[in-house]
């Protein structure tokens, strides 16, 4: 199988949290304020405009799609007719910016946010995961998390959770009533680094885990941020596969017709003020050999 990546979209600041949707890959793009869909075949449509910068995306069990407005923190539901409106606001619980989404077969959001002011340079802070219900009721689901940034719902309720600042996958059972129990550490990626000092746990992470995906077989995929490259990792933290495009990945998506397209996020670094006024951002794709599984 070819492992050489070829570009799908060239030109775009920051691109997150990608999904697969009805033969289309939704992406955000950071400082457009745009979410973009794409055929893959170089088709494209702005599907919204979110001021707020949008991030994490998701799916209501009809089809209405959830976008998380970063800077203003809330979560917004696009109708089918493309209007946007306010499904969720987490100002009274974010303890920073909002970040990733994934949204489970009922329709409940869990979101991360940054716990601390990244570009800002503020000390690190760990941060809490917070659910939104189909209602729009907001409840915090999980504490003492080190920047959870991608996730995503294995078959029987399992939520993974990319620790970017501990290096690490953590993992919750999701119960009946959307609570998140079992807390237990799904991959270990090196010595979870001690310190508020960002640059000196950037130096000592071995992985930088960002946006993930799940293949059927159980592993996920993971952009490590920190490396240039995309693992392809089983439960436990054995790394059984790599792919390097010659740039930073930042977050991952198995799509297309049979599930083996792996899309990567790709951009030369992740600092705001070096990627808000460029156009470096790439969305590559490389062919895999297992199909996509769980949620996105």
């Known amino acids: 199988m070819d492992?050489?990546?070829?570009?799908?979209?060239?030109?775009?600041?920051?691109?997150?949290?990608p999904r697969w949707r009805d033969g289309r890959l939704w992406v955000s793009d950071f400082?457009?304020?745009?979410?973009?869909?794409?055929?893959?075949?170089?088709?494209?449509?702005?599907?919204?405009?979110?001021?707020?910068?949008?991030?994490?995306?998701?799916?209501?069990?009809?089809?209405?799609?959830?976008?998380?407005?970063?800077?203003?923190?809330?979560?917004?539901?696009?109708?089918?007719?493309?209007?946007?409106?306010?499904?969720?606001?987490?100002?009274?619980?974010?303890?920073?910016?909002?970040?990733?989404?994934?949204?489970?077969?009922?329709?409940?959001?869990?979101?991360?946010?940054?716990?601390?002011?990244?570009m800002g340079g503020a000390p690190l802070r760990y941060t809490t995961l917070t659910r939104v219900d189909p209602d729009g009721t907001v409840t915090t689901v999980a504490e003492d998390l080190g920047f959870p940034n991608g996730m995503v719902i294995l078959p029987g309720g399992v939520l993974l959770v990319a620790e970017t600042f501990a290096g690490r996958i953590t993992a919750f059972d999701i119960d009946d009533d959307g609570d998140l129990v079992n807390r237990r550490v799904w991959a270990q990626f090196g010595e979870t680094p001690r310190t508020e000092d960002v640059d000196e746990a950037v130096a000592r992470l071995q992985v930088g885990p960002d946006g993930i995906c799940a293949d059927a077989e159980g592993a996920i995929w993971v952009a490590d941020a920190?490396?240039?490259?995309?693992?392809?990792?089983?439960?436990?933290?054995?790394?059984?596969?790599?792919?390097?495009?010659?740039?930073?990945?930042?977050a991952c998506m198995l799509g297309g017709e049979d599930g083996r397209t792996l899309f990567l996020c790709t951009a030369p670094s992740f600092a705001e003020h070096e990627r808000r006024n460029a156009r470096e951002a790439r969305l590559l794709a490389v062919r895999v050999d297992v199909p996509h599984g769980g949620l996105p």
């Open 31 to 118: 400082y457009t304020d745009q979410v973009v869909a794409t055929d893959g075949r170089g088709g494209t449509e702005v599907i919204a405009e979110i001021p707020g910068q949008p991030s994490g995306l998701g799916f209501l069990p009809d089809g209405r799609a959830l976008i998380v407005s970063m800077r203003d923190h809330r979560v917004l539901v696009r109708e089918h007719s493309g209007e946007l409106s306010e499904h969720a606001d987490l100002s009274g619980v974010a303890k920073g910016v909002l970040n990733d989404m994934v949204v489970d077969e009922t329709g409940r959001a869990f979101i991360g946010d940054f716990g601390f002011d990244l």
């Open 3 to 17: 492992r050489e990546p070829s570009v799908v979209l060239d030109g775009y600041s920051f691109l997150e949290c």
């Open 226 to 250: 920190l490396h240039g490259r995309v693992i392809r990792v089983r439960e436990g933290g054995e790394i059984v596969d790599e792919i390097q495009p010659g740039t930073g990945v930042f």
